[in-house]
């Protein structure tokens, strides 16, 4: 069955420390997408790859780091620097051509200690 | 990034009583898609519109697109409790970064 998974479902994450957030996907997909989402908020995009072993800011990467090693997989680390990590974190892809629609994992809530 | 404006915020209907979003631009839309995202889930893409006035149906949502490709809305008639959640509109910037709306929050009281 095709699909984005996302691990963990909830993370902790203490002071000073850097944690990584999982995303994988079986579609094939050349892009992906990393987004937060604050409460009652919409999404905002943190960073995104087109393709194996590049990728770009989007609005918000500021204390945020992501590598692209493989096509399945697009890890997103949320370093110290981010001093306001506490969000919902969603993963996305898609096809990659314009106005392709993302298709979502089911995201990770992320919480400070 | 150009953002894309949505309104209402939230929402409250009464079960049965019919529901409209709107998703406003500045500047002309190459295409527009809708999403969908109930309370604790993750957005599910709905319809993508691309042609000037374009309206397309899906039982009892009605999408349609701006004649000037700026705007756009999403209606629901009858609305139901399986209809609750927050709907987003999206643009593409370029070739792959999409911009969501601010959404909006849909309620349904029985």
């Given at each position: 069955d095709g699909g984005i998974t996302q691990s963990p479902k909830y993370l902790f994450r203490k002071e000073g420390q850097n944690v990584t957030l999982s995303c994988e996907q079986n579609?094939?997909?050349d892009a992906m997408y990393w987004y937060r989402q604050d409460p009652g908020q919409g999404l905002r995009l943190i960073y995104y790859s087109q393709i194996v072993n590049d990728f770009q800011k989007g609005d918000i990467a500021e204390g945020y780091s992501v590598s692209r090693e493989k096509k399945e997989s697009f890890p997103l680390t949320v370093t110290s620097?981010?001093?306001?990590?506490?969000a919902f974190y969603l993963c996305a892809s898609s096809m990659?051509?314009?106005g392709e629609p993302q298709h979502f994992g089911d995201g990770t809530r992320l919480s400070i200690l | 990034g150009q953002q894309v404006m949505q309104i209402p915020q939230y929402q409250h209907v009464q079960e049965g009583e019919d529901f409209t979003t709107y998703c406003n631009s500045s500047t002309t839309l190459s295409n527009i898609q809708w999403y969908k995202q109930r309370p604790g889930g993750h957005p599910v893409f709905l319809i993508q519109l691309v042609k000037s006035g374009e309206v397309k149906k899906q039982k009892r949502l009605t999408f349609q697109f701006g004649e000037a490709k700026k705007n756009s809305s999403l209606h629901i008639t009858a609305?139901?409790?399986?209809?609750?959640g927050t709907y987003f509109c999206a643009r593409t910037s370029g070739t792959y970064k999409y911009i969501f709306g601010t959404g909006t929050r849909l309620k349904v009281l029985a």
């Open positions: 579609l094939n997909h620097a981010q001093k306001n990590p506490t990659g051509a314009t | 609305t139901q409790t399986t209809d609750v």
